[in-house]
């Protein structure tokens, strides 16, 4: 069975930083493609970052220098580190397993951004 379970989210102010992980069973976790994706109330789900099976990191205009995303191999865990938030990240955050024509999805972790 494969799981997907992302934490760390959490209520936190403008300008503060939280580090989400997201641990996966159930799959040969180093050959996947990793990302996080975000989905704001009324918004589609958008691509927050990504990682490759080799390392290799794509990350959207919008975080671009406030969010780094890394992976650990040997504990089936890929991190998404958020610096420096804003109001507009306020969204649920998932994690996805992505390899050949299998994807998956992790339940989502609620990050809100507010004074």
């Known amino acids: 069975q494969v799981q997907l379970v992302e934490s760390g989210g959490a209520l936190v102010q403008p300008g503060g930083s939280l580090r989400l992980s997201c641990a996966a069973s159930g799959i040969s976790f180093s050959v996947y493609d990793m990302g996080w994706y975000r989905q704001a109330p009324g918004k589609q789900r958008e691509l927050v970052a990504a990682i490759t099976r080799g390392g290799d990191t794509n990350t959207a205009d919008s975080v671009k220098g406030r969010f780094t995303i890394s992976r650990d191999n040997g504990k089936n865990t890929v991190h998404l580190q958020m610096n420096n938030l804003k109001p507009e990240d306020t969204a649920v955050y998932f994690c996805?397993?992505?390899?050949?024509?299998?994807?998956?999805w992790g339940q989502g972790t609620q990050v809100t951004v507010s004074s």
């Open positions: 996805n397993a992505k390899f050949s024509l299998r994807l998956y």
